[in-house]
């Protein structure tokens, strides 16, 4: 038997599932000794490989298999080495070609769930081949020609596993003369998003066990790599299959964000690449439906915020349409849309993340969408969005079965999966009908007593106010101290205070017997704001019934403001919500404002309390008398009428001796204390030993407030109420004057409690270790500083927050160049510390010490731009980069003076660009990139003189490019790139003579580029790619001479390039692939001395590049792509004859490096 029928048999017993240790280890040591012949190793890079991978079933058949084709690899270059040969032979690569073909055929057998085989193999060749360069080049070459062939049914998949051993093997072994990681990188991470979307080709996209099998190299992807390498094919992929497309995106941004890069796909929601509009066209057609449905919830998860809102909004306008038009297929898709965003949003809970937007996006957008459309299908999608926002979903529809078996089997191909779980509502409504004895509960079923369900109920809250351990029942002073202490650490959202109202009024139902039940109010947040205790007595047992059945409407009404009442008119302790100041929780004492327990009689009354005797003092106001009436001598009453009656003394008992009576005595001297003199100083004395201990009373108190010796608990502005606010506090809640002076600043705002603005006016009075008054020139600023901090959620900021301590002010933080943003340290002060304002993180002030700068970039704001922020009239740059602020720009912003910087990039913000912001005549740039801003961009823009610089890029902006542009003769930058504007590039930009940046790609853009283009002579970098823009590149074009990028790729340019290419001197990248360019490439592209990227693939060229030119492109040329290559279906010849390019594509768009 030779070498070649030896290592057959030794293969395919190694690849079976029934081998004992002894037959294994046997087969392995004979394997090893065979694979040393060179003829042995070419038989297992023939047909065999396949063979040997059809025949393993089990995990230990696959790693034998793996490392039996992998030794023989390293010995095959090993033998390659050893013959001074540095390229892989045929061999090595059907080698390589059979351990990739092994590695995608274990991760399709069911059977094989235990080992990674990847990263067995990462294993086998670092144990190998580790710091062996010039062996590690050759395996690495080997892999790279498995991920350049082209995709067929028999290798499909492959390139996943080629490209992650090529690049492990770059790593632990580079090649001796490597010329850098980032270009080798450059190009396995280009050819990877090539073969996942398949650019050009007619092959479908990987398939999602594909994608998951190339995990490895998704989750080593960067920002840029993502931006380029990927979105590039993607994008259009996405428009030649979009369906097909769907699965692939969908797993492969699930990868993104195990991998915690799902902000990746933030900017191209919409824009150019619109991820959610390709997706919204899919979700509404039969076919689509499933796929895109999945896409929407990779991306909802992927990105809890942008992504949510986006693919929220999008789904849930388009579903009122679909209702409008009755479009049941649109419906259908949309529903189970949402239906999967919502499930994906709740899996992310389970995983401990929560975002206060999801409840918004619930409650404002999704519910009341789906409510619309109404019947099974509307309430079976809603559903988990009832769930997700904490809220009792309404009955289901009495026809469960008004919808297709289609929707519920895509329903469940497309949601995400999260554990089955039981809502909290449903576990309440269970406790109920135990209440109520089982009178609607299943025969038989068992029921807990009310105190038992109490029991439960107070465990739940005492878990959500982390852990307490306070009951339904007990008293909040009981609760106080130890709630105030989680406050500043667990602000919880709108769902936990909705569970927290229903779960009271629950215990309130349940609990029975004549022991006293306490009804624990529901508050903003976790803690109770106040507990009342009412003893039930044995009428409570007889009322419980009727407690229950009110139960229902305590939980719908539990965001009323209005107070809840019992039947009978008395307060159930349900305080209104509005009724308790944010600050309350933290324990300080509001001057002469008392709520609660204080409040008059009348106000009392008015809520529906009863009116309660005063047992003390003996008054009775309903019968308006002492209770009981007069009494006399013991108290005993004389009559029956309680009036005193006058008794007759008989002449007997005249002369009777009363021991009362005393002889008066003239000589006698009166006791001391009937001494007036003594009487009127002891008066004198008490009256000045009053006003000496509330003098000292009141001096440690201004001394504690001055040291700012409190405990004060912050409360973030996303904890206040909503509604209506409450009545304004009593006059001795504020300073008269300063209170004037907040006033005068917001209005009634100042009495709206949890509010921003009461919290900042409470501090700035109480709490505030400065300590101003209303002559204070800085107390305006100071407060509406406060009330920012307040507003944007101060005590979640990164940096520089308050401590308990306000004397501890210093703070290390990160500072930005004020022009170019570079980052360096600085010491700054803490917020609402015993500093200057001026010297708190961010604020800039010159001599006068008006606030002229507020500069907040990336430190977690949260909230919204309030109208107020103009009322700093001094303010000149506002500064929020890199947060979380959403809502939309407010138009008051326009009436700021001496405002000239605007930076309120990548945030949240939505709506249009208001119009009043074109008034401010002093405005040099305007940067609101990279938000969720719709709309046109108003013509206005051209009253903005001064304006150098407008990025509106990555927003949901349509229309034209206003013409009036060309009016702003000082622009140096325009970035609107990633919008969905249309219509012509505006020939007006020539005259932006200033101009050195225009970014306008992917967008709708058409027409020509226009010739005065070429009067912007100072251009240096010009993006238009991703548009519509067609014909000839104009001959001013070549005028740029400054210009350094050209990014002209994906749109629909023809004609040729011209020899007048020779004045772009300064040019670095070139780009113009994927168009319609004809003729031959110009020989004067030799003459760019600075050019390292010359793109040219998937046009019309022709002709042969000459040696000269080769020789003096390679002096710099460090990327040259061209159609050169000679692989063309039917024998075609290529394009062009090009020696010293470094790619070369072919007619079926596949390219490959030379």
Same mark, same amino acid.
């Given at each position: ?19 004992? @240790?002894?037959?294994?280890?046997? $087969? ?11 003829? *042995? ?33 390293? /010995?095959?270059?090993?033998?390659? %080495? ?19 073909? /092994? ?25 190998? /081949? ?199 297929? *649109?419906? #259908? ?33 999704? #519910? ?14 809603? %559903? ?30 497309? $949601? ?17 009908? $135990? ?65 927290? *109202?229903?779960? %009271? ?150 002369? $009777? ?87 005068? +600043? ?19 009075? =109480? ?10 020139? =800085? ?68 001599? @006068? ?81 990279? =938000? ?62 200033? +101009? ?43 005028? /740029? ?24 001197? *300064? ?18 592209? %030799?003459?760019?001395? =600075? ?64």
């Amino acid at each position: 038997m030779g070498a070649s029928d030896e290592i057959r048999e030794v293969a395919l017993t190694l690849a079976q599932d029934n081998l004992d @240790d002894d037959a294994a280890e046997e $087969a392995v040591s004979q394997a090893m000794w065979l694979i040393k012949e060179t003829v *042995a190793r070419e038989e297992l890079s023939g047909p065999l490989g396949l063979e040997v991978a059809d025949a393993c079933t089990d995990d230990d058949g696959y790693v034998r298999s793996l490392s039996l084709f992998l030794n023989a690899l390293v /010995l095959e270059v090993e033998a390659v %080495a050893d013959a001074s040969g540095t390229a892989p032979t045929h061999t090595c690569k059907n080698l390589a070609k059979s351990v990739c073909h /092994l590695i995608v055929r274990s991760a399709t057998v069911e059977s094989h769930t235990e080992v990674d085989m990847v990263q067995e193999a990462m294993d086998i060749l670092a144990e190998n /081949l580790q710091d062996e360069h010039e062996l590690g080049s050759i395996v690495t070459e080997s892999f790279l020609t498995v991920a350049r062939s082209p995709i067929s049914d028999s290798n499909r998949g492959a390139y996943g596993p080629a490209l992650i051993l090529a690049f492990h093997m770059h790593q632990i072994a580079p090649p001796p003369a490597d010329d850098g990681d980032q270009k080798f990188r450059r190009d396995v991470m280009d050819l990877f998003g090539r073969r996942v979307f398949v650019l050009g080709g007619s092959a479908p996209p990987a398939t999602p066990e594909e994608v998951l099998l190339a995990a490895p190299l998704i989750m080593e992807l960067t920002k840029e790599e993502f931006d380029g390498a990927i979105l590039r094919p993607l994008k259009f992929k996405l428009m030649s299959s979009p369906q097909e497309t769907m699965g692939t995106l969908a797993a492969f941004v699930d990868v993104l964000a195990e991998a915690d890069n799902g902000r990746y796909v933030d900017s191209h929601l919409g824009g150019g690449t619109n991820l959610v509009g390709v997706a919204l066209s899919q979700i509404k057609t039969e076919s689509g439906m499933v796929g895109a449905a999945k896409v929407m919830a990779a991306l909802a998860k992927a990105s809890p915020v942008k992504g949510a809102v986006a693919v929220t909004d999008a789904m849930s306008e388009d579903l009122r349409g679909s209702v409008s038009s009755q479009d049941e297929t *649109a419906k #259908i898709g949309l529903c189970l849309g949402l239906e999967a965003v919502a499930r994906g949003l709740l899996s992310l809970t389970d995983e401990g993340i929560e975002d206060e937007i999801w409840n918004e996006l619930a409650e404002d957008v999704a #519910i009341p969408a789906l409510e619309d459309v109404g019947g099974y299908d509307g309430a079976n999608s809603a %559903a988990p969005w009832y769930e997700l926002a904490g809220l009792d979903p309404p009955p289901p529809p009495d026809d469960t079965t008004a919808t297709s078996g289609y929707v519920s089997q895509a329903v469940a191909s497309a $949601a995400p999966n999260p554990p089955v779980r039981q809502s909290r509502e449903d576990k309440d409504r269970q406790i109920k009908q $135990a209440a109520r004895g089982g009178g609607k509960a299943a025969a038989g079923a068992a029921t807990r007593s009310g105190a038992q369900q109490a029991s439960i109920l107070d465990d739940r809250i005492a878990r959500k106010n982390g852990g307490s351990g306070a009951s339904v029942a007990s008293s909040i002073r009981s609760n106080n101290n130890n709630n105030n202490n989680n406050n500043n650490n667990n602000n919880k959202n709108n769902r936990s205070r909705k569970e927290n *109202a229903k779960a %009271a009024a629950a215990g309130l139902a349940v609990a029975g017997g004549a022991a006293a039940v306490g009804t624990a109010v529901a508050s903003r947040g976790t803690d109770p704001a106040a507990a009342k205790t009412r003893g039930g007595g044995a009428g409570a047992s007889a009322r419980r019934g009727g407690e229950v059945d009110r139960l229902d409407q305590r939980i719908a009404a539990k965001q009323n403001v209005n107070p809840a009442e019992d039947d009978d008119g008395h307060d159930n302790g349900f305080a209104d919500e509005k009724q308790e100041s944010a600050l309350d929780k933290t324990g300080l004492d509001k001057k002469g404002f008392d709520q609660g327990d204080k409040a008059a009689p009348q106000q009392i009354a008015s809520r529906g309390a009863a009116i309660v005797p005063d047992v003390e003092h003996g008054i009775d106001e309903k019968k308006g008398m002492a209770n009981g009436g007069p009494s006399v001598g013991n108290g005993e009453v004389d009559n029956e009428e309680g009036l005193a009656v006058a008794v007759a003394v008989s002449p007997d008992e005249d002369e $009777a001796f009363i021991p009362a009576a005393i002889e008066y005595d003239p000589d006698s001297k009166p006791p001391l204390f009937k001494n007036r003199r003594f009487r009127l100083y002891t008066c004198a004395a008490c009256i000045l030993l009053v006003v000496v201990v509330c003098g000292i009373v009141v001096g440690v108190t201004m001394n504690t407030a001055k040291k700012g010796q409190f405990d004060l608990q912050y409360v973030n502005a996303t904890d206040r109420p909503t509604g209506s606010p409450t009545p304004a506090p009593t006059p001795g809640f504020f300073l008269d004057a300063v209170g004037d002076t907040i006033f005068n +600043l917001v209005g009634d705002k100042m009495y709206d409690q949890g509010s921003p603005y009461a919290l900042a006016a409470d501090w700035i009075i =109480n709490y505030d270790p400065m300590q101003l008054g209303p002559r204070d020139a =800085n107390i305006a600023q100071r407060y509406l500083l406060a009330m920012l901090f307040f507003e944007w959620n101060g005590m979640d900021w990164t940096e520089c927050t308050p401590t308990d301590d306000p004397n501890d002010v210093d703070c290390e933080a990160t500072c930005f160049d004020w022009l170019y943003g570079d980052p360096f340290d600085c010491d700054k002060k803490r917020w609402l510390s015993n500093s200057d304002e001026c010297e708190w993180l961010g604020v800039t002030c010159p001599e @006068d010490r008006s606030v002229r700068g507020l500069e907040l970039i990336y430190n977690n704001l949260k909230g919204t731009l309030p109208t107020e922020i103009a009322k700093l009239e001094s303010l000149q740059q506002l500064s929020l980069i890199e947060n979380f602020i959403s809502g939309t720009i407010p138009s008051e912003i326009g009436s700021m003076k001496h405002l000239f910087d605007i930076e309120l990039n990548w945030n949240l913000l939505t709506g249009s660009i208001p119009e009043e912001i074109f008034d401010s005549r002093i405005l040099f740039r305007i940067n609101i990139y990279k =938000n969720l801003l719709t709309g046109t961009v108003s013509p206005n823009i051209g009253k903005i003189p001064a304006l150098e610089g407008i990025h509106v890029g990555e927003n949901a902006l349509t229309g034209p490019i206003p013409t009036e542009i060309g009016m702003l003769t000082n622009m140096g930058y325009a970035q609107w790139n990633d919008n969905q504007l249309s219509g012509p590039i505006p020939s007006e930009l020539g005259n932006l003579r200033r +101009l050195r940046e225009l970014y306008i790609d992917n967008n709708n853009l058409s027409g020509m580029i226009p010739d005065e283009i070429g009067n912007c002579e100072l251009m240096e970098d010009l993006w238009i790619r991703g548009n519509n823009i067609a014909g000839w590149i104009p001959d001013q074009f070549y005028d /740029l001479s400054n210009m350094f990028r050209f990014w002209g790729q994906d749109n629909q340019l023809s004609g040729t390039l011209s020899p007048q290419v020779r004045k772009l001197v *300064a040019m670095e990248d070139f780009t113009v692939r994927g168009n319609f360019l004809t003729g031959t490439i110009p020989s004067q592209f %030799a003459n760019l001395q =600075n050019l390292t990227a010359l793109w040219l693939h998937f046009n019309d060229f022709t002709g042969t590049t000459s040696p000269a030119f080769c020789d003096q492109l390679d002096v710099s040329l460090e990327e040259f792509y061209t159609d050169c290559g000679t692989t063309q279906p039917g024998n075609l010849p290529p394009f062009v004859n090009c020696p010293c390019c470094t790619h070369c594509c072919d007619h079926s768009s596949n390219c490959i490096e030379l």
